[in-house]
């Protein structure tokens, strides 16, 4: 007997993804071949999140081979991240970091408690991966600067800066992480955003 639709291990038409290795036929046959080097010419990594509607190449004006680019949900810096920093830096040559979350995230709409408990309720296992969802922002932002920063597998953390996408007005604003003044708790770093719509220059 067939396979139900949906069972796994089924192969059933792509739909969208038919139409996307259609496109690449007609692309790869219209452009040069040529090949670029594997190290980033601009030796820069880039975290930012997965949302569909931040263009990464278009927004920062860089072209391919130009930058590494890690996306996640979120855009958040999680061990996985840090690996894949570790082996931008070690072995390919980068040597500034570039955060980039957005406003309205999807992130932002959903609990940890939340949405474990929905993965729980589904599949009758509670996941052992952190969700990562937050209010602010910009102080997710900075949590990622921190991460970044504290991570010793990490050589290069002196460049390490973060922003918020409007994926509005495209705009770039950013979130400056100073030590505490005073010689305050350097856990508890000063904070500086943007004004919102502020473009970075």
Do not use: W
């Not at 931040?54 to 930058?67: S, Y």
């Not at 973060?162 to 505490?180: C, I, K, S």
Request: net charge negative.
């Amino acid at each position: 007997m067939p396979a139900a639709a949906g069972a796994p291990g089924r192969v059933s038409a792509m739909g969208i993804i038919d139409d996307l290795v259609a496109n690449n036929r007609a692309y790869s046959a219209d452009v040069e071949e040529s090949h670029l080097p594997v190290e980033p010419s601009s030796h820069l990594a880039i975290v930012t999140c997965m949302d569909s509607r931040l263009d990464v190449f278009a927004a920062l004006g860089l072209g391919d081979g130009e930058a590494h680019v890690l996306r996640n949900a979120g855009g958040v810096i999680t061990d996985d991240v840090i690996r894949s920093l570790a082996l931008s830096q070690r072995k390919l040559g980068t040597r500034e970091v570039m955060l980039i979350h957005h406003d309205d995230c999807g992130l932002q709409t959903i609990t940890d408690d939340g949405f474990r408990d929905e993965l729980r309720e589904s599949t009758g296992i509670a996941p052992a991966f952190a969700i990562e969802s937050f209010v602010d922002v910009e102080a997710d932002v900075r949590q990622s600067i921190l991460r970044v920063r504290r991570s010793d597998f990490l050589p290069y953390r002196d460049s390490v800066r973060g922003f918020v996408y409007d994926v509005d007005t495209h705009a770039l604003r950013e979130v400056v992480v100073e030590p505490a003044a005073g010689g305050g708790d350097p856990d508890r770093p000063v904070v500086e955003v943007n004004a919102p719509g502020e473009e970075v220059v």
